[in-house]
């Protein structure tokens, strides 16, 4: 697993969630900066076992990212934080990354309100 993987997933639910296609405007071995709009994203492996996705703000969009992560790994305890970020296990980047790539885009858009 590498970070432009794991950018191509959040991509998908973010075209699926938002209609909006994040854009790649940086690209570095440990680190994918994406962009749509005034939103910012960025897809981060800095530590070799952890990810961490950082949002536009600390509320909104990550609220939603925050949700499809926990329905997909099966922990639906909403944190509420004030971080603008979400930081995941390697193990768990893996399971979300996988369950991204094979679900159909259809499929995922019904998946935004859970």
Not at 37 to 42: E, P, R
Not at 49 to 57: G, H, L
Not at 72 to 78: A, C, E
Request: with cysteine; hydrophobic share 35%.
């Amino acid at each position: 697993m590498n970070p432009k993987l794991f950018a191509e997933a959040i991509n998908k639910i973010h075209q699926a969630f938002y209609n909006q296609i994040l854009s790649v405007v940086g690209s570095h071995i440990n680190e994918i900066k994406l962009k749509y709009d005034q939103d910012h994203f960025s897809v981060e492996n800095h530590i070799e076992t952890r990810y961490r996705i950082t949002f536009p703000d600390y509320e909104g969009k990550i609220d939603v990212y925050r949700n499809i992560f926990g329905h997909i790994m099966k922990n639906d305890d909403n944190i509420c934080d004030t971080s603008d970020f979400i930081d995941l296990p390697l193990s768990h980047v893996k399971i979300i990354y996988s369950y991204i790539k094979n679900i159909h885009i259809d499929d995922l858009k019904r998946l935004k309100d859970y």
